[in-house]
């Protein structure tokens, strides 16, 4: 059962922008670390950043100085704010969440308890 719900997919040109959304509609992430992961086609999934619940935050090099992540916790989402996106950039994006209530830092290589069905990210002119 997924628990997890992303959004904010989508087309977009070389140089663009996407923010995608992570919503927990049956718990509240505040004592989750999330993390925001990634798969293309005939590749391992692959880590791209996290956030603690003290919004420690950690990022994969080839995104570094591209991505942000963020919290709204009035809203109980997760943003991936994605800035000069390349075709490298194409990928299933997915979000997961991890009950780590005291930790200041995350990490993308533990396991992840809570998945999204991801959404699709498409850079290309």
């Known amino acids: 059962q997924l628990q997890l719900v992303e959004s904010g997919g989508g087309l977009v040109q070389p140089g663009g922008s996407l923010r995608l959304s992570c919503a927990a509609p049956?718990?509240?992430?505040?004592?989750?670390?999330v993390a925001w992961f990634r798969q293309a086609p005939g590749q391992e999934r692959e880590g791209v950043s996290c956030?603690?619940?003290?919004?420690?935050?950690k990022y994969a090099e080839p995104v570094r100085g591209r991505f942000i992540i963020s919290t709204d916790t009035r809203r109980n989402t997760v943003y991936l704010q994605m800035n000069s996106l390349k075709p490298e950039d194409t990928a299933v994006y997915y979000c997961?969440?991890?009950?780590?209530?005291?930790?200041?830092?995350?990490?993308?290589?533990?396991?992840?308890?809570?998945w999204g069905q991801g959404t699709q990210v498409t850079v290309s002119s």
């Open positions: 049956g718990f509240t992430l505040n004592s989750y670390a």
């Open positions: 956030i603690s619940v003290t919004r420690g935050t």
């Open positions: 997961a969440a991890n009950w780590n209530p005291r930790s200041p830092i995350c990490s993308m290589q533990v396991n992840y308890t809570k």
